[in-house]
């Protein structure tokens, strides 16, 4: 239930005083004046406003009747009404022949400000109800139905499939902001924040975006992308929850493996990222011991970067070598040479998968 507080009624005498010459009070529904063009009366009551308040008609006090009432002064005091309820008194002082005529539209210009407060009080209270209700749903226990049926009342959507994107922002870069930019453009987005430098956006699967454009799009109003990890497409709740965690673990991947790729998406590194998260087991360690006898022999980083390339380009050996600028006799006596310190042969499918595996947990500055 909508109430008048301090602020709202010094801004009502605020702005009605800068166009009267009369002293303007606005009283609650007790009769207390909450803003005054005099402020020791604030917090004082006025028995014009109880008059008002227990007839639910304008009073109009001339310099006579003001003597036989205490803290009142001549004028003209009207009922304020918000969604046909009283809820406070508006009080004009001055004598009730001089005010008549402008008083009730003084009085419709301090309810349509009590409309726009209230509207803005709602649409708040909406705003920070979808974003509780955002982050319980994408919780483990998100399934409730009635949080799934407040959602759907809310107009969130909930059982729509969606692409989930985790952005990592600059210093300096509101998510709040971005979250404003973004769900304004891309309808029924779900946008949450769950820590100053981060965003989580979902944005419906039928749209589509361009990736790179996007981001050239945001680099443009001031936003500093520091990377961002795009999920696949999720097909409810728990298939978005799922989708959620994957591309918190991508992120953290890129930060930690690809610490200069801009944009990181899961169906491209889900295997590397899935070993990543066991990078501490030991069955993973074992994994990398074959890499790690090649990096022992390779003091200028040449065997790294030619099987990186390897494995950029599918094994292709021309494209392998073109990418590299040598020949291809050249690029031979390299695997070779990486088969002989390694153990396993990358020309084979179980050798390849090893040292692919292998080289998608290395950071990329290794091989710089």
């Avoid at 107009?155 to 971005?178: C, I, N, V």
């Avoid at 493996?257 to 491209?268: A, C, G, S």
Wanted: proline share 5%; glycine share 8%.
């Amino acid at each position: 239930m909508f109430e008048l507080d301090h602020d709202l009624a010094q801004e009502i005498v605020d702005r009605t005083m800068a166009i009267l010459p009369y002293n303007v009070n606005v009283m609650d529904s007790q009769g207390l004046i909450l803003g005054s063009g005099e402020p020791e009366r604030i917090n004082t009551r006025h028995e014009g406003a109880q008059l008002v308040l227990a007839n639910g008609r304008v009073v109009e006090i001339d310099g006579q009747t003001a003597k036989h009432l205490k803290g009142v002064q001549p004028g003209i005091n009207l009922p304020l009404m918000h969604d046909q309820r009283l809820i406070g008194v508006l009080g004009i002082t001055g004598e009730p022949q001089l005010l008549r005529t402008y008083a009730e539209l003084v009085r419709m210009t301090a309810e349509m400000l009590v409309s726009h407060r209230h509207q803005q009080a709602e649409q708040q209270w909406r705003r920070q109800r979808c974003d509780d209700l955002l982050a319980l749903l994408l919780a483990e226990s998100g399934d409730s139905p009635r949080l799934v049926d407040e959602a759907q009342q809310l107009g969130l959507k909930p059982h729509l499939s969606r692409t989930p994107y985790l952005f990592e922002l600059g210093a300096g870069a509101s998510a709040q902001d971005l979250g404003a930019w973004l769900a304004a453009r891309y309808p029924d987005s779900w946008c949450v924040s769950s820590a100053q430098f981060s965003l989580l956006w979902c944005r419906p699967a039928g749209l589509p975006v361009d990736n790179p454009k996007l981001l050239e799009k945001l680099a443009g109003h001031g936003w500093q992308i520091q990377r961002v990890a795009v999920g696949g497409q999720a097909d409810g709740l728990a298939g978005l929850r799922r989708c959620y965690r994957r591309v918190g673990d991508l992120l953290a991947y890129g930060r930690d493996i690809l610490p200069h790729t801009q944009v990181l998406t899961l169906n491209r590194y889900r295997l590397p990222v899935m070993l990543w998260r066991h990078r501490n087991d030991d069955a993973l360690d074992e994994l990398l011991n074959p890499l790690r006898k090649v990096l022992a022999k390779d003091g200028n980083g040449q065997l790294l970067a030619t099987l990186r390339s390897w494995c950029e380009h599918d094994g292709q050996s021309q494209a392998c070598a073109d990418a590299l600028g040598i020949h291809r006799n050249s690029l031979r006596y390299r695997m070779e040479r990486i088969a002989e310190l390694s153990g396993v042969d990358p020309l084979t499918l179980d050798g390849m998968l090893a040292l692919y595996l292998g080289v998608q947990l290395l950071p990329q500055d290794l091989s710089e």
